[in-house]
């Protein structure tokens, strides 16, 4: 049971050190409770409790809010802007009625592209339950991450696509593993058996009655035009990626048991890694490779999974095995078309829209990875429809939604070890449509931003200017590979999140996020500004130095324009929100208010006070 009054069970984090919104409204511990509970396997049946706190419900609005998703209405027409307008203890008060009287609103359906040419299914609940299932999330996630398997990387904390294909590229190169059993599950999120998801929680430590019956019934919401399912999460809930990591994480413990953590009956374990304080399994290994049983690893990212294996033949009876449990223990069909196995010597694996093969080099096999042509002619096309939108409007938007493309496939594909010969080909593939496309609207001679020059410097290859602004190069990509995951890192521990606050880099999602959108009614130079100052100042606020984040940064004037100032680059500095309310701010109550909030040393004041001076308000003094 969590003990919310005990608050002498985990030591609070320090404040100025935070890096989730969960700090500000007291929930952290919570959090770092129910994990630590959970590791230890403990039962858990008070969670609704938890769900509804006033704090979980303010933390999961906050969550909310920054998603673009949210802006999304459902059924009922509703976004996250109606409840937006509603007081907070009304807002507060209607949540948790919900959840004493839940009755799921019907789930809007929509059809996106898929990169094969088919339609995924989509479904959108309702911003009501939207924010219920963020409430859930809140709570059950750290539950989870305590039970769910160190080498699972989709829709999970901390992780990424980029650190399952550094997994896999080590099994490749490092263990030699170069038979890899692909399957494929069959409509995986439109056939989960709820039964046996209820069963899973459950088992997990998940013992809220309550809970596990408001889930059943989010589960069987009605959908648009089809009605109620018996079975699947639909593809678009907030609450489903979590769920289906519940239902395959039992796959990833089976298949684990038969090697990686196989428990042997003797002790081969020697060495232990000082810093992460886990046994080295070298000697273990060693033993068992004497043995019948079969080396096998797995790679997960949501439900597209590769088994790595030592053999052909090992992999063929792994193929059958792993078959044979999914239909015996979650009910769930493989798709015999598109699972096999691969020899990755002489054939090559699509995993995470990359190709990757074993190439012979100097006597031993290295993987080998590049775009897979679906992928490449997906941006190809892309490309030349943003390249158009140029063409047709000329503004700065259209630019920078351009702009904000090119350095995301950049980011994702420059972990894959031929991605500059990939990005080449693309370039010289499209050289002749932008020329022509662009003739008499883009300039050649301009002066590139920061940003742009930070970015892109390096690259020779042709530029063109739109509205004074420089487009990125496609071929400019910087290849970079992909780290391991660190198993030490973590929200919901101390250590964990110190290391996260020790790693924290200028986020590049962010640069996307500002190219994408520009402020409206701004001048080009004041957008252009912003993005080279989040640049300039590394990511970080420009007065606490913590880490700036989508929405919780505003581009501020220290000179405001009444008194003369303008867009320039020197007049202008990017900061958290509630530090652009302290300059602003003058009333003496709400100065405290916001002081209470925050914790500032001496430099950090004497920052505020000297932009406070600049928009002529009075020095705050301590």
């Not at 889930?215 to 069987?220: A, E, P, R």
Request: aromatic share 8%; with cysteine.
């Amino acid at each position: 049971m969590v003990d919310l009054n005990n608050k002498n069970e985990l030591t609070k984090p320090n404040k100025k050190n935070t890096l989730r919104n969960s700090e500000y409204y007291q929930m952290q511990d919570t959090f770092d409770l129910l994990y630590q509970q959970s590791k230890d396997g403990k039962s858990l049946s008070n969670l609704m409790d938890l769900i509804m706190s006033k704090e979980n419900i303010l933390l999961a609005f906050r969550n909310i809010k920054g998603n673009k998703g949210s802006r999304t209405a459902g059924v009922n027409k509703h976004n996250i802007a109606i409840l937006a307008q509603t007081k907070p203890d009304e807002y507060v008060r209607y949540m948790q009625n919900r959840f004493n009287n839940y009755i799921p609103h019907e789930i809007r359906r929509v059809e996106i592209p898929k990169p094969n040419g088919k339609m995924r299914p989509l479904g959108i609940p309702s911003i009501e339950d939207r924010i219920m299932q963020q409430c859930i999330k809140q709570i059950l996630e750290p539950i989870c991450e305590a039970e769910f398997h160190e080498h699972s990387y989709g829709f999970r904390p901390n992780r990424s696509a980029h650190h399952a294909i550094a997994r896999t590229y080590r099994l490749i190169n490092l263990n030699k593993l170069h038979y890899v059993v692909n399957m494929d599950i069959k409509g995986f999120f439109d056939n989960v058996n709820h039964g046996k998801l209820m069963k899973q929680m459950w088992s997990m430590g998940i013992r809220d009655k309550s809970l596990l019956k408001i889930i059943s019934k989010m589960l069987k919401a009605p959908i648009q035009d089809i009605g109620i399912q018996d079975k699947g999460t639909p593809q678009g809930g907030i609450l489903s990626p979590l769920l289906s990591n519940i239902v395959l994480n039992e796959l990833d413990w089976w298949v684990s048991s038969q090697w990686a953590t196989f428990k042997t009956d003797r002790e081969y374990y020697k060495f232990t890694d000082p810093k992460t304080g886990r046994v080295r399994a070298d000697s273990r290994y060693r033993a068992m490779k004497t043995t019948d049983l079969k080396e096998m690893f797995m790679v997960r990212y949501a439900d597209d999974f590769q088994i790595f294996c030592r053999n052909y033949k090992d992999a063929h009876i792994i193929y059958t095995a792993v078959e044979q449990w999914l239909k015996e223990r979650l009910g769930l069909d493989i798709s015999t078309e598109k699972s096999k196995v691969i020899n990755l010597k002489s054939n090559s694996m699509e995993f995470l829209g990359l190709s990757i093969k074993a190439h012979l080099k100097s006597g031993k096999y290295v993987c080998q990875s590049r775009i897979c042509r679906e992928a490449k002619e997906k941006i190809k096309q892309e490309v030349k429809s943003r390249i158009k939108s140029i063409k047709a409007k000329q503004t700065l938007e259209s630019v920078y939604n351009y702009n904000a493309y090119i350095l995301g496939i950049h980011e994702y594909y420059k972990v894959a070890t031929f991605s500059y010969v990939d990005f080449n080909d693309i370039g010289y593939q499209l050289r002749k449509y932008i020329h022509n496309q662009l003739k008499g609207i883009a300039s050649h001679k301009g002066e590139p931003n920061k940003t742009f020059i930070k970015l892109y410097g390096h690259s020779d290859e042709k530029r063109y200017f739109v509205n004074k602004t420089a487009l990125y190069p496609i071929r400019g990509i910087k290849m970079k590979p992909p780290m391991n995951f660190s198993q030490t890192i973590c929200d919901y521990t101390l250590n964990g999140r110190e290391e996260i606050h020790q790693n924290l880099k200028m986020d590049t999602k962010i640069i996307k996020y500002l190219l994408e959108n520009p402020v409206k009614g701004e001048t080009i130079e004041y957008n252009d500004n912003r993005i080279s100052l989040y640049v300039g100042q590394n990511g970080k606020c420009g007065i606490t130095g913590e880490k700036l984040e989508i929405m919780n940064m505003h581009c501020h004037h220290k000179q405001p324009r009444k008194l003369g100032g303008g867009d320039k680059y020197q007049n202008l500095i990017l900061l958290k929100n509630d530090m652009h309310k302290l300059i602003h701010a003058t009333k003496e109550e709400t100065i405290k208010l916001l002081l209470d909030e925050v914790t500032l040393d001496i430099k950090q004041m004497a920052k505020l006070n000297r932009l406070r001076k600049k928009v002529e308000n009075d020095l705050i003094l301590i």
